[in-house]
């Protein structure tokens, strides 16, 4: 790899791995919130999480490329995280808020990488 683009992946990597694991704690409690008791009050969150983790998996691969988009994906990003970060914040459970922290953390990486 050139070095040019090595150091720019370089500069990436905060963000890529805020993402990854931003991604993997949506799909951790995506398949927590299947398993819930109240999953029907759960639907939102759900689908937010679907987003969310796509999302991530996207905005790092755009970042990992040097893609001329990867801003702009990565300012998406930041607002499906946020959006997920509030719906997981309303149940109390510990995967709920343990994802929405890696999503607050997820979207401030974005944010700072989109700007």
Partial sequence: MPA??????????????ACNACMQACEQCLTSCLNEPDVQARVTCIQLLRDCAEICAV??????RNSAYA???????ATVCEACAAECAKFQDAHCQAC????????????KMAA
Avoid: G
Wanted: glycine share 0%; hydrophobic share 40%; charged share 25%.
């Fill in 4 to 17: 040019v683009v090595q150091t720019r992946v370089e500069h990436f990597q905060t963000c890529i791995d």
């Fill in 59 to 64: 905005a790092s691969r755009y970042m990992a």
């Fill in 71 to 77: 801003k702009q994906v990565c300012a998406l990003c």
């Fill in 100 to 111: 929405a922290e890696a999503c607050r953390k997820c979207a401030a990486e974005c944010r």
